[in-house]
């Protein structure tokens, strides 16, 4: 059968698959075409700044951390450049297979591992974490021959915080270490300027004085623009700006001192502060036991955590800053002021104390010293008369010893330049309603909680701190200032220092006699009175009060040698003081924990601390080891020339005495 085909239509229907095919064609090359119109015109200075990124490098560069001084210029914190063993957790693949082929060149402890492992979990950028810090020349050349085995790891030169003087003062300096995640998100809401200034910064101020000036401590941040070959690894430097160091912070701390008062403490524990009353400067911040900062620096270990955490004495307890205590007799000279300025009682008003005070069915007693008669002011403390603040508390009434006292900063805050302060309680009507606010039955107040107020007990609860603050309130005869431990900031790039002046506060309008009563009444305590051993012999006058204030309460008919024997239940000693009489340049109060009378542990620490600043002697190494155990008074031995004792850790430093071994010994006095 013959099949006759049309020629024409045959070759129409190719034309047409032609043109359709070259038309696909041709539009696939439009879009190529356009694409690279797109990448290498509309694009191109898109890609060429993301080019150049890869092949450019910036990295921050992170300055000194400012110095921290005592007011003599000693240095009480500073930095150290260190090597550090580093890895970058996403440029590795076998992490734990690293680690371990690492421990074969350098000493890598378990310890480090459990350090890093923590870092790993809290990271969530892709910084390079320290596997190993503070590497030998040694080790650094052992992994510098090695290191192409370890893509993902290398050796960074680091700054290293230091404390060279340990655990001196280590409340009040404080520490750093590296910023957590909660730290982190805290940082989210800071000013873009100021999150730039942190970019690689891995550690900041946790505590003290390191944190609460870290802006002014940490400096302004560099930064390094590099060229980096394909492997990451810079090549030559194009760019750079230099950072600029942290501040210097000057303090008013005299750290000798300090640590001639944490030595006086021995093993005991409680909290010092003193003031100068005619600007606020704080002289000495101290609480015992203390802890040595530089554990914190390189994060510290589970088990040095653990042993500080866990121990009784609480020695991350800032004692000077949060631990509050019952005044007990120091509250007294307050109590009297209070009643000279309300116009509750004069001076020459005399009182008859039998020991005994009566009031709602309850009898109010005296301690065993106390000796029955008549008692005006002056008498009354300086014989420490129970009976006399008695029946003062129950003549004022609550609200009015609050209002009364309140302006003296007891019950509030100082707002000092450190963070962590408590308030206290200074007890009112109105305080103890909002106390006890889900407890209606407690709120009202009766009157017999008023009578054990006057002496220092009851709801009455302050930190030395206040207590040093109000003294010095008293000693410049109602000038009133904000402490502070910082006394100037130095630029150290432009050599220029910044005076941080206490804040002035409003004077209280004490009168003049009135100021001179209580003067007179508590510079009688060191002459008769209850403190009179301990200052006899003194080359100055000075005011002071003893104090003896429970740890515990007693039940009903117990008596305290009941629970004597009980270390930790023991009274609380306490003194505060100022010095010289006419015009005083030193305020205190000091604590020392369960240790009894006030005149037998409290009194002595405070004599040593006068005697260092008004007359600049030092005592004894026979005195120290005594005053740790309770068993001095006026200092005994021969006492040196403060300027010729070394600091701690300087050669021919005083050793730490003798230790507490036996418990403080009762005096005569309180």
């Excluded at 942190?198 to 590099?226: C, P």
């Excluded at 270990?301 to 949060?322: G, M, T, V, Y």
Aim: charged share 25%.
């Amino acid at each position: 059968m013959v099949v006759l085909k049309n020629l024409h239509q045959e070759l129409s229907r190719f034309r047409l698959r032609v043109l359709a095919a070259g038309a696909f064609v041709l539009f696939c090359f439009g879009l190529l075409v356009a694409r690279l119109v797109w990448l290498q015109v509309i694009q191109h200075d898109s890609f060429a700044e993301r080019a150049e990124t890869n092949r450019i490098a910036v990295v921050p560069i992170v300055p000194n951390r400012g110095l921290i001084k005592d007011r003599n210029g000693v240095v009480l914190a500073s930095n150290y450049s260190a090597y550090t063993l580093e890895i970058n957790p996403e440029k590795v693949t076998d992490l734990d297979g690293t680690i371990e082929a690492l421990g074969q060149v350098v000493d890598i402890q378990t310890r480090d591992k459990r350090r890093f492992k923590r870092l790993l979990d809290e990271a969530k950028h892709t910084d390079s974490l320290p596997i190993r810090t503070k590497l030998t020349d040694e080790e650094v050349a052992r992994f510098t021959a090695q290191r192409f085995r370890f893509p993902g790891v290398e050796i960074k030169a680091r700054l290293f915080r230091s404390y060279p003087l340990g655990d001196v003062g280590a409340h009040l300096i404080g520490y750093i270490g590296r910023i957590n995640q909660a730290e982190k998100k805290a940082m989210d809401d800071w000013e873009e300027e100021d999150i730039s200034n942190y970019r690689g910064t891995e550690y900041i101020g946790k505590l003290g004085l390191e944190q609460a000036y870290e802006r002014e401590l940490h400096g302004i941040t560099g930064f390094e623009q590099v060229e980096t070959s394909a492997g990451g690894r810079a090549v030559r430097r194009l760019d750079h700006r230099p950072p600029t160091p942290g501040n210097t912070l000057n303090l008013s701390i005299d750290i000798k001192l300090q640590a001639l008062v944490e030595q006086l403490f021995g093993e005991r524990r409680g909290a010092l502060v003193a003031i100068d009353p005619r600007n606020g400067e704080v002289l000495a911040f101290v609480s015992k036991p203390t802890f040595d900062p530089n554990l914190f620096v390189d994060g510290i270990d589970a088990d040095s955590w653990r042993e500080l955490n866990e121990d009784i004495d609480k020695p991350l307890l800032n004692r000077a800053l949060r631990g509050t205590y019952p005044p007990g007799s120091t509250f007294k000279p307050l109590m009297a002021m209070a009643a000279l300025t309300s116009g509750k009682r004069a001076p020459g008003t005399v009182v008859m104390d039998n020991l005994t005070y009566s009031f709602g069915g309850r009898t109010f007693g005296s301690p065993e010293t106390d000796r029955p008669g008549p008692k005006d002011m002056r008498l009354a403390i300086v014989s420490s008369s129970n009976v006399y603040f008695y029946s003062l508390a129950n003549e004022m009434g609550v609200d009015l010893i609050h209002d009364q006292l309140a302006p003296f900063g007891l019950g509030a805050k100082t707002e000092i330049d450190v963070q962590g302060e408590v308030s206290g309680v200074l007890p009112s009507q109105a305080w103890k309603r909002e106390y006890f606010r889900r407890s209606p039955a407690n709120q009202k107040w009766f009157p017999g909680e008023t009578i054990s107020l006057g002496i220092g007990q009851g709801y009455n609860s302050f930190t030395m701190l206040q207590l040093a603050n109000a003294y010095a309130t008293v000693a410049s005869g109602g000038q009133r200032y904000k402490p502070r431990l910082v006394r100037e900031i130095e630029d150290v790039v432009k050599h220029e220092r910044r005076r941080i002046a206490s804040d002035a506060r409003e004077p209280l309008p004490l009168r003049p006699a009135d100021v001179d009563v209580i003067r007179n009444a508590m510079n009688g305590v060191t002459l008769e009175g209850t403190s009179r051993q301990v200052f006899m012999g003194a080359a100055y006058q000075s005011g002071g009060k003893t104090g003896t204030a429970q740890a515990v309460g007693l039940k009903q008919g117990e008596k305290y040698s009941s629970i004597k024997a009980d270390e930790r239940k023991r009274d609380h000693s306490l003194y505060v003081a100022f010095a010289p009489l006419e015009q005083p340049t030193v305020a205190l109060a000091v604590i020392v924990e369960n240790a009894g009378w006030g005149s037998a542990s409290a009194a002595p620490i405070a004599r040593r601390v006068f005697d260092y600043l008004l007359t600049g002697t030092y005592p004894s190494e026979e005195d120290i080891a005594k005053t740790q155990l309770g068993q001095t008074f006026a200092p005994i031995g021969t006492p040196r020339r403060a300027a010729d004792v070394p600091l701690p850790g300087q050669p021919g430093a005083p050793g730490a005495g003798a230790s507490a071994a036996s418990a403080p010994a009762s005096g005569a006095s309180r």
